[in-house]
């Protein structure tokens, strides 16, 4: 997922962009959460998962106010 997420280009479609932050926070967690003995490490992909959260809060907010104010 991460090597797929690095080298395909960001997908145009807002909605398949928040997935796939969505998911690449989970990613980051999930290897954050086996990591405990490097700090650095842990503390890096901690830090890489805060920035796809708020992307994929960006983009789910736009997404909800483009669907509320569509007619």
């Given at each position: 997922m991460a090597d797929l997420a690095q080298t395909a280009p960001a997908?145009?479609?807002?909605?398949?962009?928040?997935?796939?932050?969505?998911l690449l926070t989970t990613l980051c967690l999930l290897q954050a959460a086996d990591l405990p003995a490097d700090a650095g490490r842990r503390l890096?992909?901690?830090?890489?998962?805060?920035?796809?959260?708020?992307?994929?809060?960006?983009?789910?907010?736009?997404l909800l106010n483009d669907s509320t104010f569509r007619r």
């Open positions: 997908p145009p479609d807002p909605l398949a962009r928040a997935q796939l932050s969505g890096s992909l901690l830090r890489k998962a805060r920035s796809h959260a708020r992307t994929t809060t960006v983009l789910t907010a736009y």
